[in-house]
């Protein structure tokens, strides 16, 4: 039985089109990425996928549950991690865990304890007096703790810093070996690359892309910034090697596979500086999925 | 001075459902007023009559004040109308202060505004400058209605004044409470003790005899008294609330560039062992956040319903003059001078306050899907029919125990002063107060199943509207079927007049199909975010 299944999936706003046929089909044990820049639909899909939002067409079922009809028992497998943590102000994050766990009918208290102490949550403070991370901690120590067999986390790294960035992806790692199932939305390229097997593309409500890591060719593409000493010289064509921006004195190349050839081809040329990075979003958005509408498509 | 005007402006827009509420509220409630009073007493013997019965009726100076001229039409509407909307009006003053301030505070924007180029002087001073324009609103408001009522215009401006005159005191309260509490929840309820001090020391100036009057000069309600409009007007009062209100506002003002941004002077009590009761559900949860409410909803009530058995004793014919008995017969009460009729016409503002406890109820379970709260716990296996259903019942047995207490407490007042009253009645006028109470809540709930964004507006517009028209409504006679409309016209005024089975039960069937709708509707739509 599948984790996730939409059919068409759609939610119209008035005039604005907000998702657009969706088809998104996630297998038990998959740590599916969800990728789009701001604004693309992701969260209205993660309500829709949670029965929060009415379908304007299609349907979502969750193991074979339609989310919307029935959402109380669609829910029982699932724990969820919201973009923004909208939690109790009044509660300390301690009492916010045993509620959330309460409510669900069960968690793993000890792992939960494992997790306060990886995630360094001062668990005696009330929500209100917690920062924006900090609240994010708490959202995720309930989801993972929770033990359900689909999370779907919402952009969760949001606030958090690097260290603790780190444990996220820890966590998700162990949570994949026990079989767990998720789908996680982000628009951080680099998050989605160190955890997840399979991603789908989202642009402007609809699905532009999909498939698995190693298959999305453009998305393992390293960005080269190069600046020279005086002009730009004349470099010979290099298999996987495209010029994407030229200036006077810098060029900006998009490599695929090894970066030797291009590295020889400069050794001969006084170069001032040398950087290279995974691209952004909004590079690889820029170069692989304009269309003149404004959508999807390559 | 741009950033300073644009702060200003911020705030007196946010601020203007608040503004315009109570500018309705003191429009509806002082507009009839003086034709009212022409109207029922015509002549100066009359007026001398109800005078005399005024100065005899503790009750009525409890509630209205103290009067200083009870012959003229000017001088009635200055005590009828002047001493109540001066509470209002120091309501309308702390809430925008603590709004303005604590609120704007805690919920991080004034930081952001802090961070740019204006000075936290400015930013207070621009904040007041929003206070200052909707106390202005409030003074127009009153003005005009009083000369609609034909009063002339020095006394119909200086009686405006005298109810405003409040307002920098206590917006000075909010301000500073603002400063010394870390959230907007403990500075409003700070600010209201201050005004409930300050009102039960006015109520005790007015209904002790001597000894105590002297009072009266220890609260910014009696000042508002002793500025005497119509009667004999002592404008030099004026420079008590001007210099009180000052300090305050210096005070608050020298504190608040002082202090840390984000913080208040209290100490804020953000680490807690955990606490496990009352988390098993969501609605055990609801109950748990709400409580301390609910605790002071059930005093406030109590102590008025105490206090309205202990002043029932004096409802006897020598008391209430005739001339009184016909205003409130208009109203469908002809029995005010028994103890039992006193308190069945007095419910009627039970009915009111759990009414509008049921409103809050609403707001609050709107407040849980407009911050998003109610997404954390629906992604959950929670039902939102369970939910709904759960806040209601909460809603609904909060009212009742209101409701009770209100009917245990005016026995317990009337059976000190050895009142004819029993337990078993004004257990009855108690629980009479609920169906409308519960129609009205179920009505909230179904503005929240459709119009979530409009819920708490339509639920206390409806309410509002209810009573209002309750009240004119008979004032204006209006044919009896149309004032039928009105849940308040359909009660009977238990004890005093025998309770209306009929309307009752009409009254819970339709709360009972409304909440049913509210729980169908409520499975069929988005969530909504604020």
Redesign the interface.
């Known amino acids: 039985m599948t984790a996730i299944r939409t059919a068409g999936l759609s939610k119209r706003y008035g005039e604005t089109l907000a998702l657009d046929g969706l088809d998104l089909v996630v297998e038990p044990g998959e740590v599916y990425g969800y990728l789009g820049p701001n604004g693309a639909g992701k969260t209205t899909t993660i ?1 829709l996928l ?5 379908p304007s067409a299609g349907r979502v079922e969750l193991f074979g549950v339609d989310a919307w009809r029935d ?3 669609a ?2 497998r ?3 991690v ?1 973009a ?1 943590p ?3 102000p ?1 509660l ?1 994050g ?2 916010t865990l ?3 766990a ?4 069960g968690a793993d208290a000890g792992y939960r304890e494992e997790l306060i102490g990886r995630f360094q949550l ?5 929500v ?2 917690l920062s924006h991370g900090n609240r994010q901690k708490v ?1 995720l120590i309930a989801a993972f703790a929770s033990r359900a067999d689909l999370l ?1 986390l919402d952009e969760p790294t949001g606030g958090l810093d690097p260290l603790m960035e780190m444990a996220f992806r820890e966590t998700v790692r162990e949570a994949k070996e026990r079989g767990q199932t998720v789908f996680l939305s982000s628009h951080i390229l680099s998050e989605v690359e160190a955890v997840c097997e399979r991603v789908g593309i989202l642009r402007a409500g609809r699905l532009v892309d999909e498939g698995r890591l190693a298959d999305l060719r453009h998305l393992s593409a390293q960005t080269v910034e190069v600046t020279f000493d005086g002009r730009v010289p004349q470099l010979p064509k290099l298999p996987g090697v495209e010029v994407a921006e030229a200036g006077v004195n810098a060029l900006r190349f998009e490599v695929r596979g090894s970066v030797g050839p291009l590295i020889t081809a400069l050794a001969d040329q006084s170069v001032v500086s040398l950087e290279s990075r995974a691209p952004s979003l909004e590079e690889i958005f820029l170069h692989h999925y304009e269309g003149g509408d404004g959508r999807g498509g390559r | 001075m741009a950033g300073a005007s644009a702060i200003a402006r911020r705030a007196f827009a946010d601020s203007r459902v608040r503004t315009i509420s109570f500018a309705v509220l003191f429009v509806l409630s002082s507009i009839t007023q003086a034709t009212a009073y022409r109207e029922g007493y015509p002549t100066l013997a009359e007026r001398r009559d109800f005078a005399r019965s005024v100065g005899d009726n503790d009750a009525a100076r409890m509630l209205y004040g103290t009067p200083h001229d009870l012959l003229s039409v000017g001088g009635y509407v200055s005590w009828r109308v002047g001493g109540t909307l001066a509470v209002f009006a120091a309501l309308w003053g702390l809430l925008g202060a603590v709004r303005a301030m604590r609120a704007e505070e805690e919920s991080g924007r004034a930081e952001l505004l802090l961070a740019g180029l204006i000075s936290r002087r400015k930013a207070f001073l621009a904040q007041l400058a929003a206070i200052a324009a909707g106390a202005i609103v409030l003074w127009l408001a009153l003005f005009v209605s009083f000369l609609a009522g034909r009063l002339p215009v020095d006394g119909s401006a200086y009686l405006a004044l005298a109810i405003v005159s409040v307002v920098p005191v206590f917006a000075g309260v909010g301000a500073v409470a603002s400063q010394l509490a870390p959230t907007r929840r403990m500075a409003t309820g700070l600010a209201t003790a201050v005004l409930v001090i300050a009102f039960a020391l006015r109520t005790v100036a007015a209904v002790s005899s001597a000894g105590l009057d002297w009072l009266r000069w220890a609260t910014p309600l009696g000042w508002a008294e002793q500025l005497r409009p119509f009667a004999d007007p002592q404008p030099l009062v004026l420079l008590l609330p001007a210099a009180t209100g000052a300090l305050l506002l210096g005070a608050a003002g020298a504190l608040a560039v002082r202090r840390d941004v984000g913080s208040g002077l209290l100490p804020a009590r953000d680490s807690a062992p955990p606490r496990l009761r009352l988390l098993r559900s969501p609605g055990a949860q609801a109950l748990r956040s709400e409580r301390g409410a609910l605790v002071a909803w059930l005093v406030g009530v109590g102590a008025f319903a105490l206090l309205m058995g202990v002043m029932s004793d004096a409802a006897t014919p020598d008391v209430i003059s005739e001339n009184v008995r016909r205003q409130l017969e208009k109203l469908g009460t002809d029995s005010v001078v028994t103890p039992s009729g006193w308190l069945g016409f007095f419910f009627i503002f039970f009915i009111l306050a759990i009414s509008l406890f049921c409103c809050m109820q609403i707001s609050s379970l709107r407040g849980e899907e407009a911050e998003q709260r109610l997404e954390t716990l629906l992604s959950l296996p929670v039902g939102r029919s369970g939910w709904l259903a759960g806040r209601l019942l909460l809603a609904a047995a909060g009212a009742a125990a209101v409701a009770l207490a209100a009917g245990l407490l005016a026995w317990a007042g009337a059976a000190a002063q050895g009142a004819d009253v029993s337990l078993p009645e004004t257990l009855g006028a108690g629980a009479n107060t609920l169906p409308p109470a519960l129609l009205f809540l179920a009505l909230g709930a179904l503005a929240f199943a459709l119009a979530p964004r409009a819920s708490t507006v339509i639920a206390y517009g409806l309410v509002g509207l209810a009573f209002v028209w309750e009240l004119f409504g008979a004032l204006l006679e209006v044919p009896a079927w149309l004032l039928a409309v009105s849940p308040f016209h359909d009660v009977g005024l238990v004890p005093g007049e025998p309770f209306e089975a009929i309307p009752a039960a009409i009254m819970l069937t339709l709360a009972a199909v409304g909440a049913l709708a509210a729980l169908w509707a409520f499975r069929r739509r988005d969530l909504v975010g604020a």
């Not at chain 1, 309460?102 to 009918?105: A, D, I, L, T």
């Not at chain 1, 001062?122 to 009330?126: F, H, I, T, V």
């Open positions: 309500r949670l029965g929060l939002l009415r959402p109380v028992a829910h029982r699932v724990a969820y919201a923004e909208y939690l109790w009044g300390t301690a009492e045993e509620f959330l309460r409510v669900r009918g001062d668990a005696r403070k009330k209100r007096a959202q779907i």
